[in-house]
């Protein structure tokens, strides 16, 4: 399994992220807005750019660019 860093949660990002993930890989999302990245982490869910979409409980995402150093 690659750990992946996905920068950008617009719909394409969080499109992106799932994908990766569906194929094996932990996935991180970057976002500069902390209520999309709280949104993520706490409904699995990015309700501001792709609203009623589950995501992945294992999809995470930061606010912090320097969270993607090891992906």
Do not use: C, Q
Request: charged letters at 15%; zero cysteines.
């Amino acid at each position: 399994m690659s750990s992946i860093g996905i920068i950008g949660s617009g719909a394409w990002g969080t499109a992106l992220a799932m994908a990766a993930h569906r194929a094996g890989n932990e996935v991180l999302i970057y976002a500069r807005e902390t209520h999309v990245v709280d949104a993520i982490n706490r409904t699995f869910e990015n309700t501001t750019f792709l609203p009623n979409v589950s995501l992945d409980p294992n999809i995470k995402a930061t606010s912090k660019l320097r969270d993607l150093s090891g992906s």
